[in-house]
């Protein structure tokens, strides 16, 4: 109410001269619809000018941002044509109902089975499916029970706990307004907001839900001229404060009208509405995660040995029977079969999609309790490695509560009189932001006043006679004051700061402070009351200034999380200045970028891409903005986060590798995001990354050690089936993958080191890792089989024993190694981890030792297994700190120098040479600006010492000691600073 728009600078002429404007600017300007206004001096003969109060003085620097009507397509501009009172024959508004549809987005609806068996599909789920249709066709039904339950138990476990319908369509069709008065045949009625048509005309009023895009035709219900529509849109677009809408102005769907009352004619319904494109995004983004693709990746690798080991072997025994004196019969052709199968049992990580769901649903049951809901299980995971935060502005860094900050007084005056005189001239019980906050501010800041109820009318001491509301030809409220102390009748008024300081006689000060203020993008509203009898004279008490504050929290929040290695970029639906303000109280860099430089024709992707790395945050933004950012961060190899509350934050939060949604977000945005905060602000999103990369590092310990096994399985089978003609039984493999991947479920409650920088899965790192400590166990088990068949002459049966044992034990203690990256006593596991991996090999070494499965080799043989198997294990923590340690991309590069990583390596070196170089330069700077203030302390000294007279002149000549001392104890305190 009456609070003017922040100025922009470079859009203003003063006095007839120009600040910061060229012709070519004014001309793009104009062509946008901006009207340029020139602030002339205040003409002599003004009935409000005082000889010697203002004359030549600064005037409040204005912006209009003048926009036509919103020019819609010719076909549809014919259509809004209709008479106001009168509005859509029934005929014609079914005629165009058939013709748009429904005034409402369409819900599309995953199949719940469909859904299910999706979890069928991949790599690692193929692999496993091979092996059930092998075991089948050798009519092995044991091994074909047990993979086959594996199978089901891995989707049931995805289905449960993340399989929920997607909501997102449906939660944004539920925004819309379920009624709406429209005029049909002549007669103002009620339809259902869903058979809305264009063309139709309906009637807002305080309170409504906006049901459609509809133009607004500047009338009443009645047919009489209404004044200006205050609508709520900040779900929509991230504006902080209802805005104004006058006649030709467009009231978009879902937002809610705040103030006045006018018709409108229908222009735009159901997906065709502003709300409707927002959803039209969500439901075009439907991108694989960040973890399926991880895991498609160690599955694709793992397909690709084992199909080309797989069919080697297979040739090689058909070969080997058909050249055989039985021939190739169908018993040597199943017996070929299944030796493939065990080697394809062998391969298969048939655990690794359980233990890391388990893993990441314990990680979502720790983060439950840390107020951080996880709707999206592969979200837990993604999160450890989001290395970009964007964050909407408006109700997530700050309140989305307009509140009193700094005010400008005039000399006299308190605090208190400002407020308490604001408070006298504010309307009771009003809805408006504004009126709110300054009753508010009253209250709770002076003390007869603390304790009252804002919508109650009582002010100790006072009488409001007559009150006069805020009207957009004043911009003023004006109320006349009995006070009962001593019977003094005055007026008091609050409104548009030009306004009040024209009702003051003009002010100088008062007009710098609210520029001043527009620069920094705070809104301002002038505070004034008469000094005479006759309430006729008035004076300026003062200038109350607004912004929507940020969260008590959120500038630590952003700090810490700044020092985890994650960047955060504010994005918002508000002016430029303002972003730049709420930036400064936040303590984050200015470098904020209106969100059209991002949306440029002609400029390059990747340079684009750029501007939103670099920048720190997004102004003036509307959903697909959002969005954008969100994908050109991805473009450049990110993983990204993104925080919202708003039907306009959906789209992005679905976009997003990880959308969080915030404290008291709208249903829509609930049901795009992938994590919901259930306590105000962003402090919970520390905890929630925190515990996401412990959960990162129980992931990524387990796959090594997973994958490690699967390769030593594989290739020592496949070198053992063709060289050796051994092989274990399948029901020993599968006993091993059970009973090691059964106890390894406890890895998701182990502790676990928290990396100070995003994670990343280092695909290359993590499969040669793997590779290396498989080689390692592999010479291992080829050790132990030569030693117990050739050196102690064992029986085939105790052989396949000592390697059951061995390939049981050895493996399943390297993850005592791969938990951590440094030397694993460095980090001690969690007692209940360590009991349940060394009870499952306790049970191994038992079975081993008294033959359950196979034949017996006694205690002598079990015992020394098991300790080879801890000493080796050592041995392989070693090599694998060693790879951590020389590992980087460069090496990989090296390795395998496939086109990309080239290119990518070449852009890294450019990187770094180029940040040595700044870091040279600031370092530089840094020197000169400690030189500057070292001279600038000495010579202050000197002149001192000047000042202070011929009697002090022997301090200087003869105790120049105690000055250097000075000196360089001020020098090192500036080189502290």
């Given at each position: 109410?009456?609070?003017?728009?922040?100025?922009?600078?470079?859009?203003?002429?003063?006095?007839?001269?120009?600040?910061?404007?060229?012709?070519?600017?004014?001309?793009?300007?104009?062509?946008?619809?901006?009207?340029?206004?020139?602030?002339?001096?205040?003409?002599?003969?003004?009935?409000?000018?005082?000889?010697?109060?203002?004359?030549?003085?600064?005037?409040?620097?204005e912006v209009?941002?003048?926009?036509?009507?919103?020019?819609?397509?010719?076909?549809?501009?014919?259509?809004?044509?209709?008479?106001v009172?009168?509005?859509?024959?029934?005929?014609?508004?079914?005629?165009?109902?058939?013709?748009?549809?429904?005034?409402?987005?369409?819900?599309?609806?995953?199949?719940?089975?469909?859904?299910?068996?999706?979890?069928?599909?991949?790599?690692?789920?193929?692999?496993?499916e091979?092996?059930?249709?092998?075991?089948?066709?050798?009519?092995?039904?044991?091994?074909?029970?047990?993979?086959?339950?594996?199978?089901?138990?891995?989707?049931?476990?995805?289905?449960?706990?993340?399989?929920?319908?997607?909501?997102?369509?449906d939660?944004?069709r539920?925004?819309?307004a379920?009624?709406?008065?429209?005029?049909?045949?002549?007669?103002?009625v009620?339809?259902?907001?869903?058979e809305?048509?264009?063309?139709?005309?309906?009637?807002?009023?305080?309170?409504?839900?906006?049901?459609?895009?509809?133009?607004?035709?500047?009338?009443?219900?009645?047919?009489?001229?209404?004044?200006?529509?205050?609508?709520?849109?900040?779900?929509?677009?991230?504006?902080?404060?209802?805005?104004?809408?006058?006649?030709?102005?467009?009231?978009?769907?879902s937002?809610?009208?705040?103030?006045?009352?006018?018709?409108?004619?229908?222009?735009?319904?159901?997906?065709?509405?502003?709300?409707?494109?927002?959803?039209?995004?969500?439901?075009?983004?439907?991108?694989?995660?960040?973890?399926?693709?991880?895991?498609?990746?160690?599955?694709?690798?793992?397909?690709?040995?084992?199909?080309?080991?797989?069919?080697?072997?297979?040739?090689?025994?058909?070969?080997?029977?058909?050249?055989?004196?039985?021939?190739?019969?169908?018993?040597?052709?199943?017996?070929?079969?299944?030796?493939?199968?065990?080697?394809?049992?062998?391969?298969?990580?048939?655990?690794?999609?359980?233990?890391?769901?388990?893993?990441?649903?314990?990680?979502?049951?720790q983060?439950?309790?840390?107020?951080?809901?996880?709707?999206?299980?592969?979200?837990?995971?993604?999160?450890?490695?989001?290395?970009?935060?964007?964050?909407?502005?408006?109700?997530?860094?700050?309140?989305?509560?307009?509140?009193?900050?700094?005010?400008?007084?005039?000399?006299?005056?308190?605090?208190?009189?400002?407020?308490?005189?604001?408070?006298?001239?504010?309307?009771?019980?009003?809805?408006?932001?504004?009126?709110?906050?300054?009753?508010?501010?009253?209250?709770?800041?002076?003390?007869?006043?603390?304790?009252?109820?804002?919508?109650?009318?009582?002010?100790?001491?006072?009488?409001?006679?007559?009150?006069?509301?805020?009207?957009?030809i004043?911009?003023?409220?004006?109320?006349?004051?009995?006070?009962?102390?001593?019977?003094?009748?005055?007026?008091?008024?609050?409104?548009?700061?030009?306004?009040?300081?024209k009702?003051?006689?003009?002010?100088?000060?008062?007009?710098?402070?609210?520029n001043?203020?527009?620069?920094?993008?705070?809104?301002?509203?002038?505070?004034?009351?008469?000094?005479?009898?006759?309430?006729?004279?008035?004076e300026?008490?003062?200038?109350?200034?607004?912004?929507?504050?940020?969260?008590?929290?959120?500038?630590?929040?952003?700090?810490?999380?700044?020092?985890?290695?994650?960047?955060?970029?504010?994005?918002?639906?508000?002016?430029?200045?303002?972003?730049?303000?709420?930036?400064?109280?936040?303590?984050?860099?200015?470098?904020?970028?209106?969100?059209?430089?991002?949306?440029?024709?002609?400029?390059?992707?990747?340079?684009?891409?750029?501007?939103?790395?670099?920048?720190?945050?997004?102004?003036?933004?509307?959903?697909?903005?959002?969005?954008?950012?969100?994908?050109?961060?991805?473009n450049?190899?990110?993983?990204?986060?993104?925080?919202?509350?708003?039907?306009?934050?959906?789209?992005?939060?679905?976009?997003?590798?990880?959308?969080?949604?915030?404290?008291?977000?709208?249903?829509?945005?609930?049901?795009a995001?992938?994590?919901?905060?259930?306590?105000?602000?962003l402090?919970?999103i520390?905890?929630?990354?925190?515990?996401?990369?412990?959960?990162?590092?129980?992931?990524?310990?387990?796959?090594?050690?997973?994958?490690?096994?699967?390769?030593?399985?594989?290739?020592?089978?496949?070198?053992?089936?063709?060289?050796?003609?051994?092989?274990?039984?399948?029901?020993?493999?599968?006993?091993?993958?059970?009973?090691?991947?059964?106890?390894?479920?406890?890895?998701?409650?182990?502790?676990?080191?928290?990396?100070?920088?995003?994670?990343?899965?280092?695909?290359?790192?993590?499969?040669?890792?793997?590779?290396?400590?498989?080689?390692?166990?592999?010479?291992?088990?080829?050790?132990?089989?030569?030693?117990?068949?050739?050196?102690?002459?064992?029986s085939?049966?105790?052989?396949?024993?000592?390697?059951?044992?061995?390939?049981s034990?050895?493996?399943?203690?390297?993850?005592?190694?791969?938990?951590?990256?440094?030397?694993?006593?460095?980090?001690?596991?969690?007692?209940?981890?360590?009991?349940?991996?060394?009870?499952?090999?306790?049970?191994?070494?038992?079975?081993?030792?008294?033959?359950?499965?196979?034949?017996?080799?006694?205690?002598?043989?079990?015992?020394?297994?098991?300790?080879?198997?801890?000493?080796?294990?050592?041995?392989?923590?070693?090599?694998?700190?060693?790879?951590?340690?020389?590992?980087?991309?460069?090496?990989?590069a090296?390795?395998?120098?496939?086109?990309?990583?080239?290119?990518?390596?070449?852009?890294?070196?450019?990187?770094?040479?180029?940040?040595?170089?700044?870091?040279?330069?600031?370092?530089?700077?840094?020197?000169?600006?400690?030189?500057?203030?070292?001279?600038?302390?000495?010579?202050?000294?000197?002149?001192?010492?000047?000042?202070?007279?011929?009697?002090?002149?022997?301090?200087?000549?003869?105790?120049?000691?105690?000055?250097?001392?000075?000196?360089?104890?001020?020098?090192?305190?500036?080189?502290?600073?």
């Amino acid at each position: 109410m009456g609070i003017e728009e922040p100025i922009q600078l470079d859009t203003i002429k003063v006095h007839n001269t120009e600040v910061g404007y060229d012709d070519k600017k004014e001309q793009e300007q104009k062509q946008k619809g901006v009207e340029i206004t020139e602030v002339i001096p205040r003409p002599p003969g003004d009935s409000h000018h005082k000889e010697g109060d203002g004359a030549g003085e600064p005037q409040i620097m204005e912006v209009h941002e003048k926009k036509g009507p919103e020019v819609f397509e010719p076909e549809l501009e014919a259509l809004l044509t209709t008479e106001v009172g009168k509005g859509l024959t029934s005929e014609e508004a079914a005629r165009r109902l058939a013709q748009f549809g429904f005034n409402e987005i369409q819900e599309v609806k995953q199949n719940p089975i469909l859904k299910f068996l999706s979890y069928f599909n991949g790599p690692i789920a193929w692999l496993i499916e091979a092996a059930v249709i092998l075991s089948g066709v050798i009519l092995d039904w044991i091994d074909f029970s047990i993979i086959l339950a594996l199978l089901v138990i891995n989707a049931v476990i995805g289905f449960v706990e993340e399989a929920k319908a997607e909501s997102a369509l449906d939660a944004l069709r539920q925004t819309l307004a379920l009624r709406s008065k429209t005029f049909r045949d002549g007669a103002l009625v009620e339809v259902e907001s869903r058979e809305l048509v264009p063309g139709d005309i309906i009637v807002l009023r305080l309170g409504d839900i906006v049901p459609a895009d509809a133009r607004l035709l500047g009338l009443g219900a009645t047919g009489e001229v209404a004044g200006e529509l205050h609508i709520d849109q900040s779900a929509l677009t991230g504006e902080s404060l209802a805005v104004v809408k006058h006649k030709g102005d467009v009231a978009y769907s879902s937002s809610i009208v705040k103030q006045g009352q006018q018709v409108a004619v229908v222009a735009k319904t159901g997906e065709h509405t502003f709300i409707g494109r927002a959803a039209t995004l969500i439901a075009n983004t439907n991108e694989m995660g960040h973890f399926q693709k991880v895991v498609n990746q160690v599955g694709n690798f793992l397909i690709v040995i084992t199909l080309v080991l797989c069919l080697i072997m297979l040739v090689v025994l058909l070969v080997t029977y058909h050249n055989s004196a039985e021939g190739l019969d169908k018993t040597n052709v199943l017996k070929a079969i299944s030796l493939v199968l065990v080697l394809c049992i062998a391969s298969i990580p048939v655990g690794l999609p359980t233990v890391l769901s388990v893993t990441m649903a314990v990680g979502a049951k720790q983060l439950a309790a840390k107020q951080v809901i996880i709707k999206r299980l592969p979200a837990v995971e993604e999160m450890a490695g989001v290395s970009v935060l964007c964050s909407d502005k408006t109700g997530t860094l700050t309140l989305n509560q307009l509140t009193l900050v700094e005010p400008f007084l005039k000399p006299g005056f308190s605090n208190e009189d400002l407020l308490f005189n604001a408070y006298l001239a504010s309307e009771v019980g009003a809805t408006d932001a504004i009126e709110g906050a300054v009753r508010r501010g009253a209250i709770d800041a002076i003390p007869h006043l603390v304790g009252n109820d804002p919508n109650s009318g009582n002010i100790p001491g006072h009488t409001i006679t007559h009150y006069k509301p805020f009207d957009p030809i004043s911009k003023l409220t004006e109320a006349t004051v009995f006070r009962k102390s001593d019977g003094v009748t005055f007026k008091v008024a609050k409104g548009a700061p030009q306004v009040i300081i024209k009702l003051g006689g003009g002010d100088a000060a008062s007009v710098l402070a609210v520029n001043e203020n527009a620069k920094r993008g705070l809104r301002c509203l002038g505070v004034a009351r008469t000094t005479n009898a006759e309430n006729t004279t008035w004076e300026i008490i003062g200038m109350l200034a607004f912004l929507d504050p940020p969260r008590p929290d959120s500038a630590s929040t952003i700090a810490e999380t700044q020092k985890m290695g994650v960047a955060v970029k504010m994005i918002t639906g508000d002016q430029l200045v303002i972003a730049k303000e709420v930036a400064h109280r936040l303590g984050m860099p200015k470098t904020i970028l209106a969100a059209e430089k991002l949306t440029e024709k002609g400029i390059p992707e990747d340079e684009l891409a750029n501007r939103a790395l670099k920048a720190d945050g997004f102004a003036q933004v509307i959903p697909e903005d959002k969005y954008r950012v969100v994908e050109l961060l991805q473009n450049k190899g990110l993983l990204v986060g993104m925080t919202g509350d708003g039907v306009n934050d959906a789209p992005a939060l679905k976009k997003a590798n990880v959308g969080i949604a915030v404290h008291g977000c709208t249903d829509a945005a609930r049901s795009a995001a992938d994590v919901v905060l259930l306590s105000p602000g962003l402090s919970t999103i520390v905890d929630g990354i925190k515990t996401s990369r412990a959960i990162f590092q129980r992931m990524r310990s387990y796959a090594v050690y997973r994958i490690t096994s699967t390769i030593h399985f594989l290739i020592f089978f496949f070198l053992t089936i063709i060289t050796l003609n051994f092989s274990l039984r399948p029901t020993l493999i599968v006993m091993i993958c059970l009973l090691n991947d059964a106890a390894t479920i406890v890895i998701s409650v182990d502790k676990a080191q928290i990396s100070q920088k995003p994670d990343k899965w280092r695909m290359g790192q993590l499969l040669t890792l793997s590779t290396i400590l498989a080689v390692l166990l592999m010479a291992s088990s080829f050790a132990h089989f030569f030693v117990a068949r050739d050196a102690f002459g064992l029986s085939s049966g105790q052989v396949e024993t000592v390697l059951y044992l061995q390939m049981s034990s050895c493996p399943h203690f390297v993850i005592f190694s791969t938990r951590v990256p440094g030397y694993f006593w460095q980090s001690p596991p969690s007692l209940l981890f360590f009991l349940v991996i060394a009870a499952t090999q306790v049970f191994a070494m038992f079975i081993s030792i008294y033959g359950v499965l196979s034949d017996p080799i006694g205690w002598g043989w079990g015992v020394t297994v098991m300790v080879i198997s801890v000493v080796w294990m050592a041995i392989m923590d070693v090599v694998k700190v060693m790879v951590y340690r020389y590992w980087s991309f460069e090496l990989t590069a090296k390795l395998v120098p496939t086109p990309a990583r080239r290119a990518k390596l070449v852009l890294k070196k450019e990187d770094a040479a180029r940040m040595e170089r700044y870091h040279r330069n600031v370092e530089k700077a840094r020197r000169v600006v400690i030189m500057a203030r070292v001279v600038a302390h000495w010579t202050k000294l000197v002149n001192e010492h000047k000042a202070s007279g011929p009697s002090h002149g022997s301090v200087i000549a003869g105790s120049s000691s105690s000055n250097d001392l000075i000196t360089v104890s001020h020098t090192q305190s500036l080189l502290s600073h």
